[in-house]
């Protein structure tokens, strides 16, 4: 797995921040992008992509891993994800429950406007959690 320098660390910052700028969110105005180091070393971008159809909304941090494990990779070592937000707020349930498949203890960066960051573990996250290893 990769290894989380400083500079990859600001750099998967800037990248969810400004992904944010082309999230689709006519319907909310909660502008979210993402950005995650996978485990050939790549980043792979996201925004929230949202639908007439409210259900059908996908956050950012889904397209961003999503389009990594389209891409051929198999493990996430960190995702960072920015929030149009006074006070930076971690990953929706769903989310964790998708970054647990391909990175059960990956570095979670929560970002947004202010200087305020959270940064944690998925585990932390999501305790117990329920993964591929619980079907065999
Ligand atoms: N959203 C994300 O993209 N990521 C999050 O961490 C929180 C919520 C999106 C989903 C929806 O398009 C909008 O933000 C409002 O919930």
Do not use: W
């Amino acid at each position: 797995m990769p290894t989380l320098t400083a500079p990859l660390r600001k750099r998967l910052i800037q990248l969810a921040r400004q992904t944010s700028k082309r999230a689709y969110a006519p319907y909310s105005h909660f502008q979210v992008g993402a950005a995650v180091l996978a485990g050939s070393g790549k980043v792979y971008t996201g925004c929230n992509v949202e639908n007439a159809s409210y259900g059908l909304c996908n956050c950012a941090e889904r397209t961003a891993i999503f389009s990594a494990i389209a891409a051929g990779e198999k493990k996430i070592q960190c995702i960072a994800v920015y929030t149009p937000t006074s006070t930076a707020t971690p990953p929706c349930g769903a989310c964790r429950q998708v970054i647990n498949e391909f990175g059960p203890t990956a570095t979670v960066i929560s970002t947004c406007k202010s200087t305020d960051l959270i940064e944690t573990t998925l585990d932390a996250l999501l305790p117990a959690a329920f993964g591929p290893e619980n079907l065999s």
